[in-house]
């Protein structure tokens, strides 16, 4: 597993986002991980782990409805294609749900880092995008803004194209 260099601070320089926000932090958020991919849901758990959060994990989007019927998540980490139910129907019926859990912040975790997708899923009640490949970077800027702002302030944290 490869952890983005951009989450480390250098010898004499400014602490970086990552480390201030878990060195100010009060509680230990708990994440939900839906994808179908066992290796997905194991590079999402180690990121969680190394930045001191909780989570469960399941295999699609019926279960993670079940899971959020019969416990608290601060976030879920929802995989847009799964077989059997997928991220945005499983968004959609989280979000219809008579419950706190319709609020939660739900970031989609998808291969597409086009801006129209980002706002096709935004559309469908998540709150952001993370492109995949996840960097630790990324993963835990969104997770920390989900966490932090209201729910209806979509932001993405696609890949950004480099320059060739």
């Avoid at 597993?1 to 970086?16: E, K, L, N, W």
């Avoid at 279960?63 to 980490?77: G, K, S």
């Avoid at 749900?97 to 559309?123: K, M």
Wanted: aromatic residues 6%; contains cysteine.
């Amino acid at each position: 597993m490869t952890i983005d260099d951009s989450a480390t601070t250098a010898p004499g320089q400014a602490p970086d986002a990552f480390h201030l926000m878990k060195a100010v932090r009060r509680s230990r958020p708990h994440v939900l991980i839906v994808d179908d991919h066992p290796a997905c849901r194991a590079i999402c758990t180690a990121f969680c782990d190394l930045f001191d959060f909780s989570s469960e994990t399941v295999s699609d989007g019926a279960e993670a409805i079940h899971a959020v019927t019969y416990q608290r998540f601060d976030v879920i980490l929802m995989d847009i294609h799964m077989p059997g139910m997928g991220g945005i129907e499983a968004a959609r019926a989280i979000r219809a749900l008579d419950s706190p859990a319709a609020r939660t912040p739900i970031i989609a975790v998808s291969t597409a880092d086009d801006p129209s997708s980002e706002a096709h899923y935004r559309d469908h009640g998540l709150y952001a995008v993370v492109g995949k490949p996840i960097t630790a970077s990324r993963l835990f800027t969104a997770m920390n803004e989900a966490l932090a702002a209201a729910p209806h302030e979509p932001r993405s944290w696609a890949p950004q194209a480099s320059a060739s």
